[in-house]
């Protein structure tokens, strides 16, 4: 047997094998999924424009105007007139002086936090920030510290622990998903700004999954905390409720033309292709002008909620379109999803390392193109299905929010505000209080082989490696 096939049977064997699942047809409410119809619960396209009729013709008209793709960097065969100006659209949107394109949300987070933070900086980061998140601190060569899920208190002891700041040896940057992908819960952006700025941090929060929901017109988390200009830089996706692919960083003026300079995901990758910035701005103009579909995504999200609370699930009443039925176990997990598809719903096991061991789920989102019918259904269905196969709905409670109800682990306020320990881990690993409150290197906090650290002088002299 080859290395690599006995890896995989070991991911089997843990339940966290992974396939890729064939549908048929466009991103709808509803899908062909390996040749059977059935109601899409687990899909970003949160506002259904992915395959909204002008999203698509905008796409086909920039292919046959601008051609399919953008032929390299923009800094290397120049950036081509819609980008600019769906830049534009996105700054005005966003209330924010400027903008720029990344090629996906993914490369976003890689190229800021890697920009704003390296050797000799510290990053704090929310310890259920996304993956990419998580990439981009890794990369960076920064000391990274995690700090508990939404614990602003615990951020505050972390930041007096470590020196640095703007005008001292290092650069210090705090970085937070603001509506987090897994749990549908939202970070206390207005005192993490409060404290952005007692620190002398900077702040970066990622708009992924609250643009198209949150906010005045579903502008996002940072406007409905009425912190548009003063967030250093927010960053969206264009894949998920924009319905299209690539991502955004708006900031001030001074800070784009710094990560246009600096950050290595734009400088070394091909520009967004001009059919995917089309079909955004075809999403940005619908969301503009038809916010009515936002309304549609907040009710449809509490109808979800509701129909699941109705079931016995610990879901609380709020508009928030991501719903986690937390399962568990990762057997236990597929096992649910699996029967769920039988059953015409599907809804995509999370399993780690997407979510910390113990806490696979499935992660239920609403779109504004679904029907109140279609998500009360699914809602009965789960409830029905999770008693099936044995699991009791009430006990399915997000982790952090059975931490918040528990007392507190004994010794963790001696150790949270006298002894020395940093609480830097791997990041993406399960918090543990326990193991993690010990002082770590900076080295293990940093991963393995990280990449030499950015020397923009190096990099732009040689002229090398532009994509
Ligand atoms: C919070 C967050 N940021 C970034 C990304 C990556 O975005 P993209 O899919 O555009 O790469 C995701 C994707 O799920 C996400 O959930």
């Given at each position: 047997m080859s290395e690599i096939e006995a890896r995989l049977q070991e991911l089997e064997r843990l339940g966290l094998g992974r396939r890729l699942r064939l549908i048929s047809g466009p991103q709808g409410p509803t899908v062909l999924l390996e040749g059977k119809p059935v109601l899409l619960l687990c899909s970003n396209n949160y506002l259904g424009l992915a395959d909204h009729p002008r999203v698509r013709e905008a796409a086909a008209d920039a292919a046959m105007r601008w051609g399919v793709g953008a032929g390299a960097s923009r800094l290397v065969s120049g950036t081509m007139t819609i980008h600019g100006r769906l830049e534009e659209r996105l700054a005005a949107f966003k209330r924010s002086e400027a903008c720029v394109l990344f090629g996906s949300g993914y490369l976003a987070n890689l190229g800021v936090i890697g920009a704003l933070a390296g050797s000799g900086d510290a990053i704090f980061s929310d310890e259920l920030n996304h993956a990419s998140i998580v990439d981009g601190c890794r990369l960076s060569r920064a000391e990274v510290i995690v700090y508990r899920h939404r614990d602003v208190e615990h951020l505050e002891w972390s930041l007096r622990r470590h020196g640095g700041g703007r005008d001292g040896q290092g650069r210090r940057l705090i970085v937070t998903d603001s509506v987090f992908s897994m749990d549908g819960d939202v970070a206390p952006l207005a005192q993490l700004a409060d404290v952005a700025d007692a620190y002398d941090a900077r702040l970066v929060v990622d708009e992924a999954h609250a643009l198209g929901n949150l906010?005045?017109?579903?502008?996002g988390a940072v406007a409905e905390a009425g912190l548009e200009g003063e967030v250093d830089v927010v960053i969206g996706t264009l894949g998920k409720a924009l319905g299209s692919y690539g991502a955004y960083a708006c900031a001030s003026a001074e800070m784009v033309r710094y990560l246009i300079n600096t950050a290595r995901s734009l400088i070394f990758s091909t520009a967004p292709s001009p059919p995917a910035v089309a079909g955004a701005l075809a999403a940005l103009d619908l969301l503009r002008e038809r916010p009515h579909r936002v309304q549609r995504l907040r009710s449809n999200a509490r109808a979800l909620r509701r129909a699941l609370a109705a079931q016995g699930f610990p879901i609380p009443e709020s508009e928030m379109q991501i719903v986690p039925l937390i399962v568990g176990e990762e057997r236990a997990a597929l096992r649910l999803c699996q029967e769920a598809i039988e059953h015409g719903v599907f809804a995509q096991a999370i399993r780690p390392p997407t979510v910390?061991?113990?806490?696979?789920?499935?992660?239920l989102t609403a779109m504004a193109s679904h029907t109140a019918s279609e998500l009360r259904m699914a809602g009965e269905l789960f409830g029905k299905l999770a008693r099936r196969i044995g699991l009791d709905p009430a006990s399915m409670v997000p982790p952090h929010s059975e931490r918040e109800a528990a007392p507190e682990p004994a010794g963790f306020e001696a150790e949270r505000f006298e002894g020395e320990p940093v609480l830097a881990r791997r990041p993406g690993a399960p918090f543990d209080l326990e193991r993690e409150g010990r002082p770590v290197p900076a080295a293990a906090a940093a991963q393995t082989a990280p990449p030499a650290p950015f020397d923009l002088e190096r990099e732009l002299s040689s002229g090398a490696r532009a994509a």
């Open positions: 906010g005045p017109d579903g502008r910390p061991s113990g806490t696979s789920r499935l992660r």
